[in-house]
């Protein structure tokens, strides 16, 4: 009995449907940082959230820019809701001058 849970349970482990994470195609990540750029950091900071909703399935994109100095600047995380890729939130991280935040949501049209 045993080994037959043990060996169902590694079939299930291994099958992809239930490890998958949730992915963006490279179009619809780069669709969504092209809009988060253009919206810029004014029409960003006039959307504070406190979180995104609830049952809402994300994928993380990376948006932080380049920066020369690691003390200076804040993360950017796009969460991409994984059912709906047009609708994301901004995710800023903590700066040395600037407290973590979220802001959203936001349509690409």
């Not at 043990?6 to 482990?13: D, E, G, Y």
């Not at 406190?50 to 049952?55: C, E, I, L, M, Y």
Request: proline share 7%.
């Amino acid at each position: 009995m045993f080994a037959v849970s043990l060996s169902l349970f590694a079939a299930l482990l291994a099958s992809p449907h239930q490890l998958a994470p949730h992915q963006l195609s490279p179009d619809e990540a780069g669709a969504v940082k092209q809009h988060y750029l253009q919206l810029g950091s004014v029409a960003i900071e006039q959307k504070p959230c406190d979180a995104v909703p609830a049952g809402v399935n994300v994928v993380r994109v990376d948006a932080s820019s380049r920066i020369r100095s690691a003390s200076f600047g804040h993360s950017t995380t796009l969460l991409v809701d994984a059912d709906a890729p047009k609708r994301y939130w901004v995710q800023y991280g903590r700066s040395t001058n600037h407290p973590a935040a979220l802001y959203g949501p936001f349509e690409v049209h």
